[in-house]
DNA sequence: GTACGGAACGAACATCGTTCGTGTCAAGGT
DNA sequence: ACCTTGACACGAACGATGTTCGTTCCGTAC
């Protein structure tokens, strides 16, 4: 290596560890090489140290993780809500949510997929978005169920998108990976799968943009058009009933 | 160790390595342990081999996570269309989807998201699934549309239920979780939050199938009530623009 | 001036996926 | 009956990961 040999403890003055310099040295690394890039050594390397020194200030990989991910939600921004455009501005506010988990920090939907964050700054992003959904009219049940529902759209379609936009090592590997799948549904054995083979070109039609708005729209409206009375009703359901599925859920 | 120090060159009879051993192996561990605990060394030891071994059927961890989750998808059942309860079946299919991904083979639902899978077994239910939407008088268009959607609520539904029902080393940490997220939506600063301080007690509210379930039914209405006339539209987007989010997605 | 305590560090450990070179064994040709 | 060959299996090792241990440094309070 070109790095000097000599120890680090003689250098001059090194600015100081601290939590708040390491989750941003975190997410520069993950801004220009994406999460996946930001390993315990990488990161003390960017900031001239050792990994044992980064455990002073942060628990582990997992905690750094969810540092990451609320410093980088206090970067989506929030407007206040107007009730005439709040079908627009939850739109825009989904954007920007997907946008910062697969472009700004690629590989960031990871990370909020593998928990369910309730920091400041994502409850900022949560509260916004409720209340959107309460100017358009939702009834509690149905706001609160979009919420739930609508994260989990985003989250996932902005770690479907960072599959597909790698770090920019390989622009070919992209377009064999949409080969692939092209060629999966269009040219299905029309014998064993007639119905995958009649809809393939439909199923591969559209940009990505305009299906991300189209779902949002399609869980909106399904939200409005079906009927919440008698479902998730008052009293918790009984629950030990093992045939059900998911088993669970957080609830009181 | 207990184990006997002789090479295991000379054990009597070994029954034969291949890769339909291997993933049987690798499923029998990921159904006792979760997929998690499939590591190549464990699968080695559970054959009695040595890791490198196996390279000689699976090319690599990624290829083996493949096959697991191809081989575990034929596992699901599949019934023949009855275009009179398309509905019905519809929620049943996605429900044994949602099983075999966080019950059966806990944690299967992170390959199942990793990538997107092309398998003749895959196939098979993205057919069936398709075919009850037809049934149910989907367009070409929203049928296709749906079967994105639904395998990406399935998909995400399960790997968040993944999260709650970790191996069973554990059960109070369960609860733990259950109770974290719990207290930050029902307990949520009013002042900051108002929002989500009322909608909090809505928010943990009814028991995970039935939230399941009517996310499907949601999505469903959804795309019924949404028109898809004029969006997804025959010809191709145009591409280049920057701005739009997400930035592209498979296509012809 | 000195002792104390947190911060930083070098080295190491356990585990992971993967590869290399060699050993083994059975089948097939001579 | 012997030899050759080639695919398979294996032990050992490599590089990279997260994490921990014991020590060293340095600023500060006494």
């Known amino acids: 290596m070109a790095t000097t040999p000599r120890s680090r403890r003689d250098r001059p003055a090194k600015p100081a560890l601290s939590r708040e310099a390491i989750v941003a040295a975190a997410l520069e690394i993950a801004a220009e090489e994406g999460v996946e890039a930001v390993t315990m050594r990488r990161l003390a390397q960017a900031l001239d140290t050792g990994p044992a020194s980064l455990y002073v200030y942060v628990a582990g990989r997992e905690a750094l993780e969810e540092l990451m991910l609320e410093t980088a939600a206090g970067e989506v921004e929030v407007e206040e809500t107007d009730p005439e455009r709040w079908r627009e501005q939850l739109h825009s506010l ?13 590989g960031m939907a990871k990370l909020g997929m593998a928990r369910i964050p309730v920091g400041d700054n994502v409850m900022r992003i949560t509260e916004s978005m409720l209340s ?19 994260s989990m759209y985003v989250g996932a379609i902005a770690y479907e998108q960072s599959l597909y936009a790698q770090p920019a090592d390989d622009p070919e590997a992209i377009g064999a990976e949409h080969e692939r799948i092209h060629r999966a549904f269009v040219a299905a054995d029309p014998g064993r799968y007639p119905t995958v083979a009649a809809l393939g070109p439909a ?46 859920a957080p609830k009181g």
């Open 94 to 106: 989904l954007e920007r949510m997907g946008r910062m988990m697969s472009e700004r920090y690629p």
């Open 132 to 150: 959107l959904l309460k100017a358009g009219g939702a009834s509690d049940q149905a706001a609160a169920y979009a919420g739930d529902i609508l």
């Open 203 to 248: 199923m591969v039609r559209g940009d990505g943009h305009e299906r991300f708005r189209l779902g949002i729209d399609v869980i909106i409206n399904g939200l409005i058009a079906t009927p919440m009375d008698g479902r998730l009703s008052e009293p918790p359901a009984a629950l030990g009933d093992e045939e059900v599925w998911p088993p669970d």
